[in-house]
């Protein structure tokens, strides 16, 4: 029950093994299939897996332990920050080598880097100054930069045999054509925040759609089509994530959010679509073992 295909761990226990601990522990009690903590940037693999060891030797339980690292799982990429664009070759050999290292037999977490991502486009903060960003910083280079830099990613899920978490915001059309481009439609289109027609158009490509706590919280004038969107999407595309500690749904929204509050996004979903939030659970473990080939 209550899988979630996007947290951040790390930052939502701010780095305390303690803080991490509790949560899995609470994790642990609503029987998740599936839970992917998700990179964002070329080198934070190591130390995600390193403060997810440590939060879970800090579990007393070897049950509760045992069960907690049964269901977790990672992901490695690179969020199109600026930064990380412009100096997109050498972070794109940073993240393949954390990745390699990551893999390597002996380790720990060997077998579970399960995606590449989140990777992707982002444009809402174009060319405005929100997220402490400057109109001058989106030039024509990093544009073009950002499409490389997705399409690097994209090129390495190929080449891994791994699903792609992609993160696009305000950029339907580019996020499309990079796609188109790379020929390789497997994974999830995280976050889920564009219309029927473009989601019919990811889906005809056999991608996946996530959504988040952000659609209980829909305005008014535009509750109607994001409840038309949840019943679009069919059951074998549809999958829940919190973006924890992002996105806290509705009754917690601007809270701190965690893999916890998950169920609350389940049973706003299950509503819209007329079905039990147990039917709706099934429904996107299956497509989690679908996808992730559990």
């Known amino acids: ?56 030797d800090s579990i007393d339980d070897k049950t509760t332990r045992a069960m907690a690292e049964k269901f977790l799982y990672f992901t490695a990429g690179i969020w199109p920050d600026v ?23 002996g380790e720990r977490f060997a077998k579970k880097i399960a995606a590449i991502g989140e990777c992707g486009l982002d444009h809402h903060w174009n060319p405005s100054n929100a997220d402490e960003r400057d109109e001058n910083d989106f030039d024509d280079d990093t544009f073009e930069g950002e499409r490389e830099l997705f399409q690097m990613q994209i090129e390495l899920a190929k080449k891994m045999n791994l699903p792609v978490i992609v993160h696009s915001r305000d950029a339907f059309e580019d996020t499309l054509d990079c796609i188109k481009n790379m020929r390789y439609d497997r994974g999830i289109i995280h976050c889920f925040s564009y219309g029927i027609d473009e989601a019919r158009a990811f889906l005809d490509r056999g991608w996946y759609l996530a959504f988040g706590g952000a659609v209980t919280y829909t305005k008014k004038n535009k509750l109607y089509e994001m409840e038309e969107l949840l019943r679009f999407v069919p059951d074998d595309r549809l999958l829940l994530e919190t973006d924890a500690p992002y996105l806290a749904p509705v009754p917690l929204r601007g809270e701190t959010n965690t893999p916890l509050n998950i169920h609350y996004t389940y049973e706003f979903i299950s509503a819209k679509r007329n079905i039990t939030t147990q039917q709706l659970c099934r429904i996107v473990d299956k497509n989690c073992e679908k996808l992730f080939k559990l």
């Open 83 to 105: 930064d990380e664009i412009h100096d997109r070759w050498s972070a794109m050999e940073t993240l393949e080598e954390q990745i390699a290292d990551a893999t390597a037999g």
């Open 1 to 56: 029950m209550y899988s979630d295909t996007h947290f951040h761990f790390q930052k939502l226990t701010d780095n305390d093994p303690e803080t991490g601990a509790q949560i899995l522990s609470d994790m642990v009690n609503s029987r998740p299939v599936f839970a992917l903590d998700i990179g964002v940037r070329c080198d934070d693999l190591e130390g995600r897996l390193l403060h997810m060891a440590e939060s879970l």
